[in-house]
């Protein structure tokens, strides 16, 4: 299969360019068809001479995969399944969210993933590989609704920081001024809390952080997240106090209520006295239950009075609300069943 060009960065293009003796201004010229105007083939960039665009299409193809399944929701939330590779029936995941003006893009950053969270179908479908940038992108792309788009969130397969690289090269792609040129604004990268990276992604990039958080208490969390053995929360929650959140950029905690486990007013205190003086928001989450766990999720009137005593101990705390379960597509729910041919 011929290479992508969706997913290279300008001065990939620009190499690519050089390779093959065209002018340095066509790498620009070809961003702008990929990522600006979203063409589908090389033959399309008619700024481009015949023979430029015949030797490029020797070695490279626009690429992008188109969605092999679509769900719909009957709240109006889509599930995009896309291949993994050109050999795959299936492998990724995107969820596009309506909400009043706002439309959100839940994108996957691998296929499966490693932490084997015990409350989310993702881990359970065990790490079948890191995406690649086009990949990434792709599913920005290859969408019905990407004109309408206003949100993006790196909260579908994966764990974000754990394929850095690609997600930093796309969160570029997304941002700069050559790429679809949006603010880091209304970006949302999620992460567990991989704190090697943490350095890394708050220094090279400018988008909102979201930290999957579910249990103040550092023991009680690693009964069902193993990435607390290496990266504590506690000591993820320390190196985040040394960024500056009190402008633009936001910071939030995502914590999924369990009936009996983690939702109690001793939860509460806790998780209160953990972010205390923090510029940060709690986002509440409902447990959407899932095969051979044995938690349950929190009664309505347990979900409001933790929701209470956060807000009235002066934290910002919401919950969300859960959309596309019945297509499998909320918080959690994502999975699938990987086929490669033989």
Known sequence: MKEWLIGKNLDQLRSITAGYGLPSYTANQIARWIYGKRIREIGQMTD???????????????????PLQVQVSSDGTKKYLFP??????????????????????????QSGCKLGCAFCMTGRMGFQGDLTTGQIVGQFLRIDETDRLTNIVYMGMGEPLDNWHHVLCSLQIFTADWGFAWSPRRIT????????????????????????????????RAQI??????????????????????????????????????????????????????????????????????????????????????????????????????????????????????
Not at 192 to 215: C, R, W
Not at 265 to 277: F, K, S
Not at 279 to 301: A, G, K, Q, W
């Open 189 to 220: 990268v999620s992460s567990s809390g991989i704190l090697p990276v943490l350095d890394d992604f708050m220094e090279k990039t400018q988008a909102h952080l979201a930290i999957s958080l579910h249990n103040p208490f550092d023991s009680e």
């Open 48 to 66: 481009l001479s015949k023979a430029a665009r015949e030797r490029l299409d020797r070695g490279y193809q626009v690429g992008g995969f188109d």
């Open 84 to 109: 993994f590779t050109d050999k795959d029936h299936g492998g990724i995941e995107a969820v596009m969210i309506p909400e009043g003006d706002r439309v959100t893009l839940c994108i996957s950053s």
């Open 225 to 342: 997240m193993p990435v607390q053995k290496a990266y504590p929360a506690s000591s993820v929650i320390k190196k985040l106090r040394q960024y500056d959140f009190t402008g633009q950029r936001r910071l939030s905690f995502e914590y999924i209520l369990f009936d009996g486990w983690n939702d109690t007013q001793r939860h509460a205190a806790a998780l209160i006295q953990l972010l205390r003086g923090m510029e940060c928001r709690v986002n509440l989450i409902r447990f959407h239950t899932i095969p051979d766990f044995p938690m349950l999720p929190s009664r309505e009137e347990v979900v409001n009075a933790f929701l209470t005593r956060l807000s009235k101990a002066g934290l910002t705390a919401t919950v969300r609300s859960s959309r596309g379960q019945d297509i499998l597509a909320a918080c959690g729910l994502l999975s699938v069943q990987n086929k490669k041919d033989s």
